[in-house]
Structures are given as C-alpha cells and as structure tokens.
C-alpha cells in the first residue's frame, strides 16, 4: 500500500486546537448574527419560500402522527404527501420536534458540521493535516448555502471516505452511508455521486477496489431511492405534474449558443447557486496549482489530479450548456431534470486537490496560492452567511440610491459606486443594514399572519405582494405558492387568475406557461391589470393578504385591528366568477 507524505502545517504547542478555526467561524456565523440582527441569514430565495417552508409542514405532517392534512395549506389542497420528499426522510424530524426558526437554525448547524467533519475525515486520505485541512474543511462547509436540501452535499465527502479508505467498511459505516443517501436529494445529489466517486479514485493514491467502492456506493444509493419513494409514488401514479412537458428551449445559433454558456457557466459555475456559494472565487487557483506545482512523479500525480478535476467541470459545464438538446431528446417528466446539478459536487473535488498540493509541496509557491485563495475565499463566505453581500446592500439602499447604483453600472463607473449617492449614502449605516437582511423569522412575520389566521380560519388565501409561501409557513391555506412538482391540472386552474395579465405581457407568459414554479398573483407585473380575483375564488380563495391598497367590486376590506402597524391589508373576497 502506498504511504503518502503529512504535509500542511501541523499545530504546535499553545497553538489553537486544529478544530478551533471551525467553532470559532460557527460561534461567529451564529453568533453574531444572532446579535447584530436578530436571526440567521437565509442567503437564497429557495431557504425561505420552499426549503424552509417545506420542513415546517413536514414537521406538522410528522407532529400529527402522519396527518395527511398538513399538506392541504398548499395550492388549493392539490398537493399531499408525495410531493414532498421531505416527507419521508429522518431530516425531517427535527422540525416535527421544535418549531420553524429554531428547526431552521438546527438543520443548518447539523448540515454545516456534517460537512465540515466529513471534508476533515475525507483529507486524512491525503495526508494533510491540521491548520491546512481545518481551513479547507471549512472553505467547503461554510460555502455550502442551502440547510436541509443541501445535506446530499453536505455529507458527500463523508460518502467518498467511507467508500475509498483502504480500510474495509464495517456495519456503522454501512448505516452511514445509508443514512446520508435516506436524507439526500435523488435527482440532485446521489444520481450523480457516483461520478464524483471515480473522480476522486482517479485522484487519490491509495483507495479501496472497485467491488468495495460498488457495494459501498450501492447501500447509499438504496437509501437515497428510500428517501425518494414519495416522488416515485407520485410517478408510479401517473399523475400529470406541470413540468412534465416543458419546452424545449432552441437557439437561433445552437452552436454559438453552447459555447457562449460552455464558456460563461465555466468561468462563473453560477448555475450551481441553488447549494453552494460558487467555488468559481477559488477554483482557478486550485487547478493552477495543481498543474504547476511540482515536477517529476509526484508533480505528474498532482498534474492527473488537477485533470480529473478540470474534466470534470467541462463535463458539468457541457451538460448545462447542452441542456436544451438533451431535453430535445426526452420526454415526460425526465425532460425537467436538470443535468447541470452535476456541477454541484465541484467544490469537493477541488477541495480535494488543493489538499493533495498541499500534502505534496506544503511549503512551496503553489501551496500559498491554495492558502491564500482558500482563505480569501472563507472570508467572502463568511461576509455572504452574514448577510454582507449585494443583495442586503440593494435591499438597504434608499430608492435613489439604487437608481444612481444603476446608472453607476450602466456607465461602467465603479467610482461612483463607492461615491456618497451609493455606498456612501448617509442613509446606509449599520443599523439600516441589519434591518435589510433577510432571515426567517423576518420573512415569517408570525404575529400578523397568527392575526391574519384568526380571520381566515379555514378559509384560503391569495397573496397580492406578500410572498405567497409565508401563509402556509403560518398554517394559512393558500391558492398559490412556489413549488418545483405539483399537478398540471391545477397549474391549468389557476391560469384564470392570471389570464389577462398573461394576455397582455408575452414575458409574463412564457415565465408561467413554459416554466411555471411560481403560481401567484403576479401583482407587480403588468400592474394596471388586477388579477381575477373571482377567478381566486373558484379555486377556494376567501380573501387576499397585501401589502398595499386594492380596489375592485369583487373585494371587501376585512383588516383585524391586530394587523394595524404590520403593512399588510386583509381583503374578503364577496364575488365569484359566473355570479
């Protein structure tokens, strides 16, 4: 068996513990955040109107001893339980045992430390160790973005140690792996896992044989078909879901049009956002390193390494951007799964080549380009975490500041950006700041919605400006919502809400007609047209939540003295259609 080399920087005596950088960046992720404004930062739209609100519905189905009416708060009562493959996996049980932010706080805790930990387990392979595997263990836990759809890649370096260690794995390491596949999403996370397996073999250079990494690959996949049954029931059913015929996007020029993404999902890997913060601040500088680092055999092993790697990515990225040509080619519901989820899994592996540099040259030029783009890059994701990024700085922005930060951008002027109309607006200070971050317990905004709740009782809603996803969040029933799966009956019901504004935007069109996921009110677009609001109630709507006045014959103003203070309107629905 081939030994490899314990480069990196050990710790020494009165040095910080080698898991001190990891507590320390989670105390302060949380911590202060929890102290400057009052929550944690949910960074994506996907966090709040569907991860989030999904669980917390989980946890209610799971509360109530599997009680099937949980799900009745979405899209009019035409979901249930197989839409939600949530609904299945053990993950969900923590939000069945404490309520939605601290269950919220809790899943991103245990996702974050389960990647961390893995990464750590996953580096012994390469022989780093202490200061060096701690910073790029937390360069992969805290770049991850989502809590719980993101666990599939969380708990993915810890599939790849117990599945290409030397060692043979044993009863616990089976459980694991079954465990982290049970709790991973199938069409995101494990379909593609088992390239990312052969990858890292090609990588590393002493791992398990080909018939211990296929056993070990299949009990993860077992348990990721486990966690998946919801979906597969709901596909065994025959049940037409609004995106089995989505169409397939075509190009003037395919050809120009494949390698204008190949080139630009390359360079940014943005397409990937929904579950990491992107690796593209780091990942050049890896693979440099990786290419130049050393000379003789093992520069020619770390050389294979950094090739594996950048394959790989050509391959995620081919894969994105020939999407509308591999969807050309199927049909139903395979056409919707997006292929380009592969990429998803690039931080690890380039993780892992920044620790194989560093094992092999710990002291040399490329093993500082690794340190100090990793460390570069932790601390823009620590800042992101925290709720210091672009879009709190748009969100905290006076109107006329945003409107000189788009014509600082549109004369390509970074100066005036960082002038007193912009960034140095007397009216941006801290305080401000802390307000335009977005966290859970802000967007849940539980005691206007538990007094928007009293008056509704078992009616439904539909929201005309509010995010639609809060109302069921607070046990509300809706009419609309977000939903990446749901019947395409319903997605042809609430057509008529929405039909004028439809008409007379050809955007707004194809947005719900050739995508769909969002079902809403759609009050800010083509805004001199209302929705049909007797239309609504068709579909079971009792009243409509704003956050602004409406005017119409078909509305009546029913605000409860306790929404007096909230922004938000409460109007009674008095009409229906063919009345």
Not at 207 to 226: D, E, H, P, S
Not at 340 to 352: P, Q
């Amino acid at each position: 068996m081939a030994t490899v080399e314990t480069g990196g920087q050990g710790p020494k005596p009165g040095a910080v513990s080698e898991h001190g950088l990891f507590v320390a960046l989670l105390a302060l992720r949380h911590g202060l955040a929890l102290w400057w404004y009052g929550g944690i930062h949910a960074r994506l739209h996907d966090n709040l109107d569907s991860d989030a609100v999904y669980s917390a519905v989980t946890g209610v189905f799971l509360r109530g001893g599997l009680d099937h009416g949980a799900f009745d708060v979405f899209l009019g009562g035409a979901l249930d339980w197989t839409y939600f493959a949530r609904a299945s996996q053990p993950l969900g049980l923590i939000h069945a045992l404490l309520p939605p932010v601290p269950a919220y706080w809790l899943t991103e805790v245990v996702v974050v430390c389960l990647a961390y930990g893995g990464m750590r387990a996953l580096l012994t392979l390469t022989g780093v160790r202490g200061r060096d595997a701690a910073l790029l263990s937390c360069l992969f836990a805290f770049g991850l973005s989502f809590s719980g759809q993101g666990l599939g890649l969380a708990g993915a370096p810890l599939v790849l140690y117990l599945t290409l260690r030397p060692q043979a794995p044993g009863a616990g390491a089976f459980v694991v792996l079954f465990l982290i596949g049970w709790n991973s999403v199938l069409v995101m996370h494990a379909a593609f896992l088992p390239l990312v397996v052969v990858a890292a073999r090609m990588m590393l250079p002493a791992v398990a044989g080909w018939g211990r990494v296929a056993r070990a690959q299949a009990v993860y996949l077992l348990g990721a078909v486990l966690g998946a049954v919801p979906l597969l029931a709901n596909m065994w059913r025959g049940v037409a879901a609004h995106r089995d015929n989505w169409p397939v996007q075509t190009a003037d020029n395919p050809l120009v049009a494949f390698v204008s993404s190949l080139v630009s999902n390359l360079l940014t890997q943005g397409s990937w956002y929904h579950a990491t913060v992107t690796p593209a601040l780091y990942s050049a500088v890896f693979l440099l390193a990786g290419f130049l680092a050393l000379r003789g055999e093992a520069g020619h092993r770390l050389r294979r390494a950094a090739g594996v790697v950048l394959a790989f990515l050509l391959l995620a990225v081919a894969l994105r951007a020939g999407l509308p040509f591999l969807q050309a080619q199927i049909e139903g519901p395979l056409r919707s799964v997006q292929l380009d989820r592969m990429g998803l899994f690039a931080a690890v592996l380039l993780v892992l080549l920044g620790a194989l540099v560093l094992s092999g040259a710990p002291c040399g030029r490329a093993a500082r380009w690794v340190r100090g783009a990793g460390i570069l890059s932790l601390a823009l994701f620590l800042l992101a975490h925290l709720g210091i990024n672009p879009a709190t700085l748009r969100a905290a922005l006076p109107p006329e500041a945003r409107e000189a930060a788009r014509a600082a951008v549109a004369a390509r002027d970074p100066g005036a950006l960082a002038g007193p109309q912009v960034l140095g607006h007397p009216a941006l200070k801290p305080a401000v700041l802390a307000g335009a971050v977005s966290t859970l317990s802000r967007h849940m905004r539980a005691q206007a919605y538990a007094c928007i709740r009293t008056e509704v009782g078992t009616g439904r809603v539909l929201s005309a400006g509010p995010d639609p996803m809060i109302a069921p969040l607070n046990g509300i029933r809706a009419v609309d919502g977000y939903h990446n799966l749901y019947p395409a009956a319903y997605h042809a019901a609430f057509r008529p809400v929405i039909a004028a504004k439809l008409a007379a935007s050809a955007d707004l069109r194809a947005y719900y007609d050739d995508w769909g996921n969002r079902v809403g009110a759609f009050i800010d677009r083509v805004p001199e047209i209302p929705p049909d609001y007797a239309a609504a109630a068709v579909l079971g709507a009792t009243h409509v939540i704003a956050d602004r006045r409406l005017d119409g014959q078909e509305l009546a103003e029913a605000d409860p003295e306790c929404l007096a203070g909230t922004g938000l309107r409460l109007y009674r629905i008095v009409s229906q259609a063919g009345r």
